[in-house]
């Protein structure tokens, strides 16, 4: 495989991308293949990378329990993303119904969730590890780990199209048995892995790599 | 699938009779694990 990897952040352009053929495969959360399929496209999900969500509750530092969020306003990225599901399933879960207990409201990408959160605008968000100990470092608390609540959601499908399967089939299994390969390289190359994690979200902070790298190789199938 | 299917289905009534499996190809994987590509993996 010769592939070109490109980084496209909303959804409904990544969608774009896939039905008219500007690329053959998205990785994208089940919210994403979802929606577009129930509005008719013929996307479909042939392998996952991240079956399970793993990010963190993050709170102001006097927020001591998830019982104490009731009455607060959380962070997410855009509502009705994959950030906005997480937070209201993981907080019915532990008993804190979403609509009637806390408002969530749109406060962006990670940085300005940690600077929404800075200016108490929210007194809780979501992060993933290494940001969650950037977030200790500045103060915030690291209120729940939503990983332990195991909550089945591939946050990372490799979704294509029935049609690219049905008339390009030896072209998408190599690409599955790719992801399986990576998979496998993760798991068995952790210091190598830590060192892709860290070029990608440009930081060299060994415990917060380490602790990414924790939470990510448990998660992966 | 069907935690997605379940949380949107009150607001979106397509989601309430979708079937999950018919979101997944698992073919693919299937072919794969039927050739022993995945034992071949892991004895590395």
């Known amino acids: ?221 | 699938v069907k935690n997605l299917l379940d949380d949107i289905a009150p607001r979106t009534p397509k989601a309430a009779t979708a079937d999950p499996k018919s979101f997944v190809d698992m073919t693919l994987v299937q072919e794969l694990e039927a050739a022993g590509f995945f034992k071949q993996l892991y004895k590395r």
Do not use: C, W
């Open chain 1, 1 to 221: 495989l010769n592939a070109e990897v490109i980084a496209i952040s909303a959804s409904t352009i990544v969608i774009q991308a896939l039905l008219t053929g500007e690329v053959d495969f998205i990785i994208a959360p089940s919210a994403t293949l979802v929606t577009s399929r129930l509005a008719g496209a013929d996307t479909v999900m042939v392998s996952t990378n991240l079956p399970l969500f793993i990010d963190h509750i993050v709170s102001l530092s006097d927020i001591s329990s998830v019982e104490q969020l009731k009455g607060k306003t959380g962070g997410v990225n855009r509502l009705g993303t994959t950030s906005d599901m997480t937070l209201r399933l993981a907080l019915r879960r532990l008993g804190v119904d979403p609509e009637k207990d806390t408002k969530i409201i749109a406060t962006g990408e990670n940085p300005q969730r940690l600077a929404a959160l800075a200016r108490n605008i929210t007194q809780f968000t979501l992060l993933g590890e290494p940001l969650v100990k950037e977030a200790e470092k500045m103060g915030f608390r690291d209120l729940y780990d939503i990983g332990t609540l195991k909550i089945p959601y591939h946050v990372n499908a490799v979704v294509t199209r029935e049609k690219t399967v049905r008339e390009r089939r030896p072209f998408v299994l190599k690409v599955v048995r790719a992801f399986a390969e990576a998979l496998h390289f993760i798991k068995t190359n952790k210091e190598e892995t830590k060192a892709l994690i860290g070029k990608n979200l440009k930081t060299t902070d060994a415990e917060g790599l380490e602790r990414a790298y924790r939470a990510y190789n448990a998660a992966f199938p």
